[in-house]
């Protein structure tokens, strides 16, 4: 037996305890926490394990936060690290894997100053040490930039990919190396907008849709806007909405699309205006304007792609909060649409990185919930319709009918409340956490029935399971693996195949234990069994992404 000193035992511990503190290479500490000290510019093999179908071959390329510091200083919100693009290219039944440090002008500046030396979503910008006290009074009154840290999602563009965030611009990005090309390209250099977001949609004929940003003489309010054939340049805008609130518009982070209607979620987590514009002057960062306004209702805003003007009647419901839409379509006179709701738009501060620190055990930890949930609109003889009465009851293909027939059926509602106003309750799918879906996107504004997205045992931003959801059931399959994290699942489908989920399931694992451990899962998408994982040892940690896109050799269009 060895005897120590209490003295010495007072010191290992103080060090045991610190070094568990700050080390943010833990095993025990969040995969959002990782800080890519060194990217993987050269391709490494995978080892295979299993079979990749000869059909599967193209580049599954995804985007997330990398850099979290700069010389002595350090981001503060998960959506401000410097941006690590990741690509797998598959070809001939093997793999190989690539990462690359996107070199914005935001990396360029930061790695010139060794500091975080421009604002992001929850960081602000920290003052240069060298500038003399007349610079930093001139600094105070100037505007804020907006900045090219394209962190969120990728888009192969027509014969362009393009890596995006929330503002102005995007950068495009050679897909044979992950190397940025020329200068950033300003959305509002074409079409009159700010701040476009980084969930477009693609039409069959390669047309990509967005949603912006503007201001006008009515105010602020949001506009659709068409990139026509994927040309960044051949901009229009398609239709231009206010704000509900002049001073207040809300935070959209994606927006749903069907044959004949754009539906946009004014959530009650708005943009205060004089808030954001005094940010600069009392150097807070922009989420700080966000504000989430709990006795509020949620507006649905459905948009006529005919003419680009907004339909009569105002459809709300109880407040709620989303990053994701997961898809929407018509059907008998109504417009059926699905979305992983959150029950407060508070959930942008869950995701400060002091907060992402605590444990689960942690009773101050903010988490999140997110769950699939339908919300179903009626669309025909709205004048007609009866006040204070159920509008959907004669609607049964948009309930949620159990496999078990013991069990009964759920269903939305909908109830005309004024002369053009119709209050909306959502019907939760499943109960299950579900956040980042995808689904089969020829269903894409179609009636669909799977959706595939990722699950949290305990409303963490670690996700730890895969989850194929029936939305006309509520069944769900559901993959996991102790040692790893997942990612956002992509589908692809089988050519030639018609049934819906013909075809697997692409993501990315990062092991637990082994940080420099990324490994590439196939899934068959009908049953979820494996299919092939590919093994592939990086430079530097593996880090986890938002979302991404698989770019096949053989198609000419490219949706999600």
């Known amino acids: ?35 890519c000290d060194q990217d993987t ?33 350090s981001y503060k919100h998960l959506f401000d690290p410097l941006a690590l693009l990741h690509m797998v290219q598959i070809q001939n039944g093997q793999a190989t894997y690539v990462s690359r440090i996107l070199e914005s002008d935001t990396y360029k500046t930061n790695m010139r100053e060794q500091r975080i030396a421009e604002t992001e979503f929850g960081t602000t910008a920290y003052p240069d040490p060298c500038q003399t006290l007349f610079g930093k009074f001139s600094a105070w009154f100037e505007a804020p930039k907006m900045g090219d840290n394209c962190l969120v999602n990728v888009l192969q563009a027509n014969d362009q990919l393009i890596a995006m965030t929330e503002t102005d611009t995007v950068r495009v990005v050679d897909p044979s190396n ?40 009515r105010g602020p309010g949001y506009s659709i806007i068409s990139h026509k054939a994927g040309v960044l340049e051949d901009a229009s805008v398609e239709a231009t909405i206010p704000a509900r609130w002049r001073f207040n518009p809300g935070y959209m982070h994606s927006f749903a699309i069907t044959e004949n209607y754009y539906i946009l979620f004014e959530t009650p987590l708005a943009m205060n205006v004089p ?22 209702n949620t507006r649905f805003r459905v948009i006529r792609r005919s003419n680009g003007e907004e339909i009569d009647t105002k459809f709300t419901s109880d407040k709620f909060f989303t990053f994701h839409q997961i898809n929407a379509y018509e059907t008998a006179d109504v417009l059926v649409v699905d979305v992983s709701a959150i029950s407060s738009g508070e959930v942008i501060k869950s995701l400060y990185l002091d907060n992402i620190r605590k444990k689960d055990s942690d009773p101050t930890k903010q988490k999140f919930d997110s769950v699939a949930t339908r919300y179903v609109m009626p669309l025909a003889n709205i004048e007609s319709l009866p006040h204070n009465e159920e509008l959907l009851a004669d609607y049964s293909e948009i309930k949620i009918v159990p496999e078990d027939s ?55 931003i670690d996700f730890t399971s895969l989850i194929k959801l029936d939305v006309r059931s509520g069944k769900e399959l559901v993959w996991s693996d102790s040692s790893y994290f997942v990612s956002e699942p992509v589908y692809l489908s089988e050519p030639g195949k018609e049934d ?61």
């Open 178 to 217: 992950l190397q940025v090309i020329g200068d950033g390209v300003k959305i509002p250099d074409f079409v009159p907008v700010q701040r476009a977001s980084a969930h477009p949609h693609v039409g069959t004929d390669g047309t990509i849709y967005n949603l912006a940003a503007t201001i006008s003489d």
């Open 500 to 560: 819906e989920d013909s075809g697997v399931i692409l993501t990315l694992l990062l092991h637990k234990e082994e940080l420099n451990h990324t490994v590439l899962l196939i899934l068959n998408a009908q049953d979820f069994s494996e299919m092939a994982r590919v093994h592939f040892t990086i430079n530097g940690p593996a880090t986890p992404t938002f979302h991404g896109q698989f770019i096949s050799f053989h198609d000419i269009v490219h949706g999600y």
């Open 1 to 35: 037996m060895f005897t120590y000193t209490f003295q010495f035992q007072v010191v290992l511990l103080s060090l045991v305890g610190l070094a568990a503190a700050s080390s943010e290479h833990s095993t025990t500490q969040s995969s959002w926490l990782r800080h």
């Open 41 to 73: 510019p050269n391709p490494v093999q995978g080892k295979l394990e299993g079979h990749i179908p000869e059909w599967v071959e193209g580049r599954l390329i995804r985007v997330g936060p990398g850099v979290h510091h700069v010389g002595n200083t």
């Open 275 to 296: 808030t954001m514009l005094a940010s600069n002057y009392l150097n807070t960062p922009p989420e700080e304007g966000l504000v989430w306004y709990p006795e509020e």
């Open 406 to 460: 013991s069990l009964p059926s759920r269903s939305p509602s909908a109830v005309k409340t004024g002369d053009d106003e119709i209050f909306l309750k959502g019907v939760i799918i499943n109960d299950m956490f579900l956040e980042m879906p995808r689904i089969n996107y020829f269903h894409n504004g179609k009636s669909y029935k799977y959706v595939y997205g990722v699950g949290s045992e305990s409303g963490s």
